[in-house]
């Protein structure tokens, strides 16, 4: 997950958000009108004969080098600002035609065109607002911030008040900080001071912001390069863009009192209600998003997210739902017609589940709360599965609908298999890992998407612990090994998730000497390497667990050994990557006629033979560095 938050961190990251506010910054330079000079006789003679109109052109100030040219069937009432417009630049044309301005600001080189209402905006040089029907401040506005989002529990009980540079973090943080009020209190404190500092009677469009085809868009910040084109509506909402980020709501989009963060995608007809995107997350394909912050890369996409917080990279690609989901982490899947949203238990919606990193749900599965899997990362929930109330505490798992009913086990329980995912599927960790880190467009939130660190280690080391039993059976459940929640598991499996768990506990062990060999010759401090298992002052804090794991597990050897070891197991790991591939193959043309002749082999798939590449290169590498010892 992202890295946990300290009070500290919570409180300087709010304070600094404050500090350096676009929101803030906009309140206060719009608080003082821009002053301009009065229209010359010959000025207003030029705009009558354009077909522009004022009930009292005297209220109409000017920038000092303004010229009347390019202004075009236009009125103008009340207080307003006129910048500058130069007309052709190029291929674009700066200035003003068919539409009504009152009370706004109008800076230099902006295009205003059949904007039917533009009320109480200042518009900052290079927008382009065309074809619009409103675009107006009605009355004070906070644009969104401080809207109460009621984080896992519907009734509340984790609340998270929103901020525009807020990350999954620092709701994290909030949300599971309760018994902490010292830390409550500050935060929400400084989100009201956020809050009161931010609100405004007047609107900002800012530089090179497009908006477009709009019906109605209300209370809005919008920021820098922004793209609004033909939403339903925007409104209350502040909306944060750069020119090299872009953020677009369009095509149908509902958005309304929400935070809309840098590259940040509404598209293709969904809502966003009382929400927080995060950076480059997106909601689409009538996707609907209520009360709920995601994080950055999620994409939301036909379904239903609610009371949720929701971490990076979580694919929702067909109509499911999920409600008062607490998944930090995030790095998931939701299959369609997944319903991971029991929090109504006939009593009151006030139950929670707490999703572990990279859980799968499969297609159909029906998840009852309140159930805790933030202890069994990287899960595959298989299709159909319906699982009851629990907490489950194995890493890498496959939790599969029941294939027998047996004596003295409920036949609503599943079956479990421990570390599954490890040794049947490592290709879907390898290829997603990879593709997260190809994928990240966060420049702002810290995400941290390696697989095999300290934190799940150690999940995979108490879960072997717990299965290294003394007593054997053929069958077990909950009441014989902590953590299998509502499901059993059959001895073979419990064998297989001991070995499964030891191989990438020892691999994560060697991959860290690995590196911390290749940081010693990088340092100039070959004559070091051998010391690296016995000196405790070599290294960093990461290498300091990875030797004391390599050590636990396989004590004994020398540097040379270790890294011959290494290579051996990269080896086991790409041919693990080939054969989970060639599953699909066989049972392929055992299905599907021309199977064969429409996909392309398991040796021929893209991240196979990356995988298998990559092997042959680092066993060279491996080889040329025991060369050196």
């Known amino acids: ?313 979580v694919g929702f690609h067909h109509q499911s739902l999920l409600i008062a989901a607490y998944w930090p982490e995030g790095k998931g899947n939701i299959g369609y017609g997944a319903n991971v949203g029991s929090n109504h238990t006939s009593k009151a919606p006030d139950q929670e589940l707490w999703a572990g990193e990279g859980l799968f749900y499969g297609l159909s599965v029906n998840i009852k709360f309140p159930s805790d899997y933030s202890r069994a990362p990287y899960t595959i929930i298989a299709t159909g599965v319906s699982a009851l109330p629990q907490k489950m505490e194995f890493p890498f798992s496959l939790m599969n609908t029941p294939g027998a009913v047996l004596d003295g086990i409920s036949p609503a329980y599943n079956e479990l298999m421990p570390g599954w995912v490890l040794s049947d599927n490592i290709y879907v960790i390898k290829r997603n890992e990879g593709k997260y880190m190809k994928r990240n467009k966060a420049k702002r939130s810290q995400l941290v998407l390696e697989v095999f660190r300290p934190d799940i280690v150690e999940m995979m080391k108490d879960a072997r612990a717990r299965l290294q039993i003394s007593e054997k059976k053929d069958v077990y459940t909950a009441r014989d090994i902590k953590g299998l929640g509502k499901s059993y598991m059959y001895e073979r499996s419990r064998v297989n998730g001991i070995d499964a768990y030891t191989f990438y506990i020892q691999y994560y062990g060697l991959t860290g000497l690995y590196k911390a060999v290749n940081k010693l010759i990088e340092l100039g401090e070959k004559d070091q390497i051998n010391n690296l298992l016995t000196d405790e002052s070599l290294g960093c804090d990461r290498w300091k667990h990875e030797r004391n794991v390599l050590l636990e597990e396989l004590p004994g050897k020398t540097v040379a050994e270790y890294l011959n070891l290494l290579s051996e197991m990269e080896e086991k790991i790409a041919q693990c990557v080939l054969v989970s591939k060639q599953k699909d193959d066989k049972r392929g043309v055992r299905v599907i006629p021309d199977y064969a002749q429409a996909h392309k082999p398991a040796e021929q798939d893209g991240f196979v033979k990356e995988t298998l590449e990559k092997t042959v290169q680092l066993q060279e590498a491996i080889k040329n560095l025991i060369s050196q010892l």
């Open 1 to 313: 997950m992202e890295a946990t938050m300290t009070k500290n961190n919570v409180i300087s990251q709010l304070e600094k958000a404050i500090a350096h506010s676009p929101v803030i910054k906009a309140a206060k330079d719009n608080a003082t009108p821009l002053k301009g000079r009065k229209l010359t006789d010959k000025e207003i003679e030029v705009l009558k004969q354009n077909g522009n109109f004022s009930c009292d052109w005297g209220t109409i100030t000017v920038a000092d080098d303004f010229i009347p040219d390019n202004i075009y069937t236009s009125y103008l009432h009340g207080s307003v600002y006129l910048g500058k417009q130069s007309g052709y630049a190029g291929t674009k044309w700066y200035g003003i035609a068919g539409s009504t301005i009152f009370n706004s600001e109008i800076l230099d080189d902006v295009t205003i065109v059949n904007v039917k209402n533009l009320s109480n905006y200042r518009v900052k040089s290079g927008a382009n607002l065309s074809n619009v029907g409103t675009l107006e401040m009605d009355g004070e506005s906070s644009f969104g911030i401080g809207v109460e989002l009621p984080i896992a529990i519907e009734t509340g009980g984790r609340e998270v008040l929103t901020y525009p540079e807020i990350t999954v973090d620092v709701a994290a943080a909030i949300a599971t900080g309760r018994g902490n009020k010292d830390l409550i209190s500050q935060y929400e404190s400084l989100v009201e001071k956020y809050k009161k500092a931010a609100s405004s009677s007047r609107g900002t469009v800012e530089a090179n912001a497009v908006v477009k085809n709009s019906q109605k868009i209300v209370n809005v910040y919008i920021g820098e390069g922004a793209n609004i084109d033909n939403p339903t509506l925007v409104q209350d909402t502040t909306i944060y863009s750069l020119t090299d980020e872009s953020t677009e709501i369009s095509d149908g989009a509902y958005v309304k009192e929400s935070i809309v963060q840098w590259g940040a995608e509404v598209t293709s007809m969904a809502i966003v209600d009382k929400s927080v995107l995060t950076e480059h997350s997106h909601v689409e394909r009538h996707g609907k998003l209520t009360e709920s912050l995601i994080g950055a890369n999620t994409g939301i996409a036909e379904g239903e997210v609610t009371a949720c917080l929701v971490g990076p990279f």
